[in-house]
């Protein structure tokens, strides 16, 4: 850092008011360690700005002083993307202040929102104006729109709506040096030159800070029709959604795969979760139809089509919610998923796709080795199945000591994406990089994409302060790195 502390902090609160710059330790604390306690950083201050202006001048700032900046939204990223490093010399922005909705144009099916909402307001303030929008993750009522941008969140809709990417009509963004692009277009046609917005999302804050968004609304949802239903097996289920996908004119919203010890440990750990189904089974998918026309009749649809599963042999058991209270009973068993896993114990976790058909494969291919070679670890697959997502995690076995099983995750994780490579996958669906997966990223990544990676780094970032470290390893000078 080039400049003393003190008056780095004194133009720093002079940008965004003193009253929102936090440098005591205890203050800071909230901020620097990730949801799942896998990293813990330090930072100089936080800084809580409250205007897209004063984004933009605090980059200015910290680039001419070549300051490392970690910008931080809900704070429930899975990748410890929004921690900052142990260096202790980095500034934490944190967009919680940004949290407007600017505008809504119920007309254009579209909403322009501050990063700093929370998702849940977003759903909300659509809602407010018979309007939907539909990124849906387990998290939304704490993660904020900016973090879904940089993460490109997936979630329980992306079969029918896609990934946040897929959502997004405009952005306005800070750049590293200060200037702050402006295009928060409402065109849904704008075919002038590169997609500049694209670079933003999924970028994980690396290549600049994204202050607002214009977003894609979507007409209400006035009918639904969920399921909880068990399967023979994992290529029953894959079977079931092509089904109902057809059956249905493709109002599928919604399938989830869930294995049985997922159910019994959401019944065991989670509050008023309990089992839908009678019977023990050994896999079992969530299902929903969902239609912005209230005449559709989804149940009757659903039922038909699950009454001929049924006979075929693919459906062992089901039930239909009938309430809305039953259909939250039912989300809330899948949605609860990752905390009982955490109140189980250790878990390893991979967060990764292959082409839906191409699930019970990898399922049984991974799962063996699993089998073979985790005694003291719980396969627990479960995921967004529709999309061909799935949580591949393996739980630490009841009595297993947490120290030994946690020592396998290198040898786990190797076996595992390896074979994902095997399917044309990814190991990364939804969850990001950050810096959980850096040097996966470098082993699975096409050469070129890496090239073109670091290209684009360079080019908008050249003094890296833009989260260093996270998705990219930090950047050598050019020519050192071409001689090495
Ligand atoms: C219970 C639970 C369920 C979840 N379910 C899902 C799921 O189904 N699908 C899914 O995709 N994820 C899921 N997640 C992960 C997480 O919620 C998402 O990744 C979410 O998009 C992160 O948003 P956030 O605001 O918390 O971002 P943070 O965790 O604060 O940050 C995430 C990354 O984005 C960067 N960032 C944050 N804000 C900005 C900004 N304004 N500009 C530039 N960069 C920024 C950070 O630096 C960091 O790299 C879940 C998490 C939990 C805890």
Known sequence: ??????RLLEQIAGIIGPQHLLTAGAELEPFLTDHRELYHGRAFAVAQPGTADQVAQL??????????????????GYC??????????????????????????????????????????VQRAAAEAQRFFP??????????????????????????????RDLVLGLEVALADGRLLSSLTRLRKDNTGYDIKSLFLGAEGTLGIITAASLKLFPSIRAAATAFAAVRDPR??????????????????????????????????????????????????????????AADTLDAMLAECFEQALEDGLLEDAVLARSER??????????????????????????????????????????????DNVPDGRLIAYGHAGDGNLHFNINQ??????????????????????????????????HGIGQLKVLELERYAPPVELELMRAVKR????????????????????AQERSS
């Open 80 to 121: 410890g993307g929004a921690t900052p490093d142990d260096s202790g010399a980095q500034l934490l922005i944190s967009l919680a202040r940004l949290n407007r909705i600017r505008a809504i144009d119920a007309l254009n099916y579209s909403l322009i929102a501050e990063a700093g909402c929370v998702l849940a307001d």
């Open 397 to 430: 076995a009841p009595g297993a000591d947490r120290a030994a099983f946690l020592t396998r995750s290198e040898t786990v994780k190797r076996a595992i994406h390896d074979l994902v490579r095997e399917f044309d996958g990814s190991i990364s669906a939804e």
């Open 59 to 76: 980059l200015a700032l910290c680039n001419a002083h070549r300051i490392g900046v970690v910008p931080q939204g809900g704070n429930t």
């Open 1 to 6: 850092m080039s400049v003393p502390q003190p």
């Open 236 to 293: 029953a289920a894959v079977e079931l959604l092509s089904r109902v996908r057809e059956a249905s004119g493709d109002r599928v919203s919604s399938f989830e795969l869930i294995p049985r010890l997922a159910v019994e440990l959401t019944a065991r750990h989670i509050p008023g979760v309990r089992d839908p189904l009678d019977g023990v089974h050994a896999w079992y998918v969530l299902c929903e139809l969902t239609s912005a026309r």
């Open 135 to 164: 990124l849906s993750l387990g998290s939304e009522g704490s993660c904020q729109i900016g973090g879904n941008l940089a993460t490109n969140a997936g979630g329980v809709h992306v079969l029918r709506y896609g990934m946040m």
């Open 326 to 371: 039953e259909r939250s009973a039912l989300w809330r068993l899948r949605e609860t998923i990752p905390e009982a896993q955490r109140r189980d114990g250790a878990s390893l976790k991979h967060d990764i796709s292959v082409p839906v058909g191409a699930i019970p494969e990898f399922i049984e291919r991974a799962g063996r080795w699993v089998h």
């Open 459 to 478: 080019a908008l970032d050249p003094n890296g302060i833009l989260n260093p470290g996270k998705v990219l390893r930090p950047l050598q000078p050019e």
